[in-house]
């Protein structure tokens, strides 16, 4: 085939499966989290019953199941806890934004007076705000809802996938090379899930420590926010120093105060992610810097901010699928950091020509 065709025909397929994920991704980005807290869930329950004697798996799934819900839920209740100590101090937040303001109209030399918060939040509809925050409550609440009996469902599902796929592929070379690619694929997602959930733990409370230390009102909160945010790869820990830097703006009368912020939020995850996170990661999560900002730019565009939470395992899933295949292992390898998207790797479709 004429490599013109070809490429025509690739760029068409990734468009199709683009507009695809695009149009449902009401219905899969619930599916999509649901299968991540099932794979953590499941990996949770296999470490348990490895490394805790006499811990049956019976046992171990039930108990790994409430810890991730535990953890879950705990986090709901630190946010909704320290949402009200936000609003309890919003008077000095607010008198201190009108002074940032009026100092940021006098340095800028900006015409007429500088506005107040008070008069900007009156220029707004406080009826269409508050149903549009009501709307945007029912929306997650549903939304937790869905992922919830998706997960129900995963259990009972998944203990049925082996003997679906052993019937699916048969026998002979295809159904070992099929399922040394999910387990690799499983591999790969429950190494990614670990080492980013204990780096996360590690930045969190070193950041939470700094930051009670600091001064900073609910540091709690934001330690948190920080949690959640080092899970989008590559700009989530950005934002994260950002947002904790410009509220320190807001509390804080001096720059240096700002200034010391700043650095005790940076500091830890400079620290930990050029140290410690290599040493974890291994090859883990093998994909190029250029590579994920890409994949966090266009999962993000489809999927939202679920799109960009699971950017990385869901480019490093499909850096190995396509690194099985001869005519499709060439953007696997381009995908990769090292030029190597599967070491020791199987041709599926070698595997599939033996088999018949």
Do not use: C
């Not at 790994?64 to 879950?72: E, F, N, P, R, T």
């Not at 190494?191 to 590690?202: G, P």
């Not at 909160?221 to 989530?236: C, D, K, M, R």
Request: net charge positive; no cysteine.
């Amino acid at each position: 085939m004429d490599w013109s065709v070809r490429a025509a025909i690739w760029l068409i397929a990734v468009g199709v499966i683009a507009a695809v994920l695009y149009l449902l991704r009401d219905a899969l980005t619930p599916f999509a989290l649901a299968l991540i807290l099932w794979l953590a869930i499941d990996s949770l329950a296999a470490q348990l019953d490895k490394r805790i004697p006499y811990t049956p798996r019976w046992l171990a799934l039930p108990i790994a199941l409430v810890l991730v819900l535990g953890m879950v839920t705990l986090t709901g209740w630190v946010v909704a806890a320290n949402l009200g100590g936000l609003a309890a101090n919003f008077p000095l937040y607010e008198t201190r934004l009108d002074r940032l303001i009026a100092e940021l109209y006098v340095s800028l030399r900006l015409p007429g007076h500088p506005p107040t918060l008070a008069n900007l939040i009156a220029r707004m509809d406080p009826a269409a705000a508050a149903a549009q925050v009501a709307a945007g409550l029912q929306g997650l609440a549903s939304y937790v809802a869905f992922i919830l009996i998706y997960l129900a469902f995963l259990f009972p599902a998944a203990a049925m996938m082996p003997r679906k796929f052993n019937a699916m592929l048969g026998h002979g070379e295809a159904r070992i090379a099929a399922r040394e690619v999910m387990g690799r694929i499983h591999k790969s997602m429950e190494r990614y899930l670990w080492v980013q959930t204990v780096v996360s733990l590690m930045i969190t409370g070193l950041t939470y420590v700094t930051l009670m230390a600091l001064g900073l009102q609910n540091a709690l909160f934001w330690a948190f926010l920080i949690f959640f945010l080092n899970f989008i790869p590559t700009i989530g820990p950005t934002i994260a120093v950002v947002l904790v830097t410009l509220v320190a703006a807001v509390q804080f009368p001096t720059f240096e105060q700002i200034a010391t912020v700043l650095v005790g939020v940076a500091i830890w995850p400079f620290l930990i992610g050029n140290l410690v996170l290599p040493r974890m990661a291994s090859d883990s999560l093998n994909l190029s810097a250029v590579v994920m900002l890409l994949a966090l730019s266009i999962w993000s565009a489809i999927w939202g901010l679920t799109g960009a939470f699971l950017a990385a395992p869901l480019t490093v899933m499909l850096m190995i699928v396509l690194a099985q295949f001869h005519s499709t292992r060439w953007i696997a390898i381009l995908l990769s950091a090292d030029g190597k998207p599967t070491p020791h790797s199987t041709d599926l479709s070698k595997s599939e020509s033996g088999s018949n």
